[in-house]
């Protein structure tokens, strides 16, 4: 079956790290574009980061820097590395895959990050 | 960067009925970059829609999206009870606000 799998996350005091994970299946995560996307409670939808096929990686301003985005092929999974983590990282926190023209077809379930003292 | 404005921020309809949502590009896109989610709560988002008018592998043909330059599109021909969720377009990074479909 084709499936991301996440896991990782949870409560962290702000300054804090966390590491998130996403587990493919079914694909290679070698081979695709891989992104990661969250939803702050109550908001919208934001892309955080995409790592290419190739290697190369890209950040959204509120979290370049802190975030850092990488996979690992004999695992087959995705990671986002996130330090000095901000209240306003408070989030759920979905990896997916991208389709041509940057669609997302594939989500993980999600998971939550929440940043509080 | 590209802003987008969807609109209405909700729309109240009954099942049956045809639902029309907006999404609005603050300058001309491409439209092979637009796709439209469906999101419901607790739930991860679903692609609807890629390339601005390609329904996604298993969408039922009740959705459609449609347009080009700065003004997209997505109809829903006739509302099911399990299409009433948040909606949101998509332009590369971007995302819009959202559609709040809620039943009438």
Known sequence: EVQLVQS?????????????SCAASGFSVSSNYLSWVRQAPGKGLEWVSVLYSGGTTYYSASVK??????RDTSRNTLYLQMNNLRQDDTAE???TRNLAYEAYDLWGQGTMVAVSS | EIVLTQSPGTLSLSPGERATLSC????????????????KPGRPPRLLISEASTRATGIPDRFSGSGSGTDFTLTISRLEPEDFAVYYCQQRRNFGQGTNLEIK
């Open chain 1, 93 to 95: 926190y979905y990896c």
């Open chain 1, 65 to 70: 820097g802190r975030f850092t985005i990488s």
């Open chain 1, 8 to 20: 990782g996350g949870g409560l962290v005091q702000p300054g804090g790290s966390l590491r998130l």
């Open chain 2, 24 to 39: 609005r590009a603050s300058q001309s896109v491409d439209s092979s970059f637009i796709a439209w989610y469906q999101k």
